[in-house]
Nanobody, 124 residues
């Protein structure tokens, strides 16, 4: 049974930093690309960042480029999202997801496993 469990969300002020973690179990972690997505109230889920199986390829949404960094530790079966200079518009539920394959993928349809999400709230 595959499980993706996000942690690290919370309430922060604009300009603060936060690190999200996603611990995976029940799958061969190194065989999956990992991604972070987010969904704000009343909005559709959107792509945030993705990382290939070995960390060699990363892609970011334009809205977070230069502020967020995705990384992974295959020995710990964990993917991270380091978020800095947070803005109120970053407020959302953040989900991690796993896609079978070598590349990094922006499309949510490529992802077959999803976590339950962690809330990030940025106050102005």
């Amino acid at each position: 049974q595959v499980q993706l469990v996000e942690s690290g969300g919370g309430l922060v002020q604009a300009g603060d930093s936060l690190i999200l973690s996603c611990a995976a179990s029940g799958l061969t972690f190194g065989g999956y690309a990992m991604g972070w997505f987010r969904q704000a109230p009343g909005k559709e889920r959107e792509f945030v960042a993705t990382i290939s199986w070995n960390g060699g390829t990363t892609y970011y949404a334009d809205s977070v480029k230069g502020r967020f960094a995705i990384s992974r530790d295959n020995a710990k079966n964990t993917v991270y999202l380091q978020m800095s200079d947070l803005k109120p518009e970053d407020t959302a539920v953040y989900y991690c997801a796993a896609a079978y394959g070598n590349g990094g993928y922006r499309q949510s349809g490529m992802y077959i496993y999803w976590g339950q999400g962690t809330q990030v709230t940025v106050s102005s």
